[in-house]
């Protein structure tokens, strides 16, 4: 009997031994599990980095650049405080049908605002330059609203300020809509206003401001010798004002100018009411495939 009840306990013993040892296996795994999904929502939340604060109108205004801490890009934007959308001549401004100076975006209403030092790598930007539209520019009637435009350059600052004519491109109807396009910009985009120290505006047919709508905001394509110079987001006053968030898809063209890079499928507008700052950015970024 004695003998009997010592192999019981013994059994019992290694049992309750195995399970400790699973249950301790068990929540190594949860640990490690939980940690992998830790360092994963870390990851994809990353890191923010800022430039330098500039000057603009009333207030300041800086890029930022999101990033995960592998480095692909989550963002890349620019802030202003609530400052900056203030104090401007509301009859000044870039004017892209030629009248008045034609450097007129060297003024006062032009802001260079640089990116955080080495972030850049992944992705093809260059530098933002910020333009006050006071009275808007053409196409009349469509863009002749208080704006600003913000552009995305993927040249140098030495190439944009060299740019002082670019090739034409014609229509068979004379009529830009039906210029063809290029492979720089996506197919539904017809040339718009050359500026100089820009380039060629290239503009979407299926924008709102083209199809019964009001512009708001919208997304232009920038050329120079038929290649991409910048990409553009502009929003009105109006739409800062409003506070609202926006996001909208980026029409993609046929070719990428470099290869290796993060380009954004999306541009998004929004206020953040803690910091009481408006942002523009670019995101959604994903790397192309190599051309063939």
């Known amino acids: ?15 309750t031994s195995c399970e400790k040892d699973a249950l301790v296996s068990e929540k190594k795994e949860l640990t490690l ?3 992998s999904s830790m360092n994963s929502m870390n990851n994809m939340q990353g890191n923010t980095y800022y430039g330098d604060y500039v000057e603009m109108g009333e207030g300041l205004a800086r890029t930022y650049v999101k990033a995960t801490r592998d480095g692909r890009p989550i963002a890349v ?8 959308m203030m104090g401007y001549d509301m009859h000044s401004g870039h004017n892209m049908e030629g009248e008045g100076d034609e450097h007129e975006h060297e003024s006062g209403n032009t802001f260079l605002i640089p990116f955080p030092r ?3 790598v992944n992705m093809p930007y260059s530098h933002v330059s910020v333009d006050w539209a006071a009275v808007g520019h053409g196409p009349g ?3 002749d609203i208080p704006h600003f435009d913000v552009h995305f350059y993927i040249v140098s600052p030495d190439t944009q300020n060299n740019i002082m004519m670019d090739i034409a491109y014609p229509s068979p109807s004379g009529s830009p809509f039906d210029a063809s396009p290029i492979p720089a910009v996506p197919q539904s985009y017809f040339p718009g206003p050359f500026v100089p120290m ?5 503009i979407s047919k299926k924008a709102p401001e083209f199809n019964g709508s009001r512009f708001t905001h919208t997304f232009i394509y920038g050329t120079h010798a038929n290649k991409l110079v910048f990409f553009e987001p502009m929003v009105t006053v109006e739409t800062f004002m409003s506070m609202k ?11 990428y100018p470099t290869t290796g890079k993060y380009y954004a499928k999306q541009y998004s507008i929004s206020y953040d009411r803690s910091k009481m700052t408006h942002n523009v950015q670019m995101d959604n970024f994903f790397l192309p495939e190599k051309r063939k």
């Open 77 to 84: 934007g620019v802030e202003f405080n609530h400052d900056a």
């Open 245 to 255: 968030e926006i996001k909208t898809p980026i029409e993609q063209p046929l070719e």
């Open 33 to 35: 599990d939980l940690e």
């Open 198 to 202: 820009m380039g060629t505006h290239w």
């Open 141 to 143: 009637g469509i863009y």
């Open 1 to 15: 009997m004695k003998q009997t009840f010592l192999l019981l306990f013994s059994a019992a013993a290694l049992l």
């Open 118 to 120: 080495n972030m850049m």
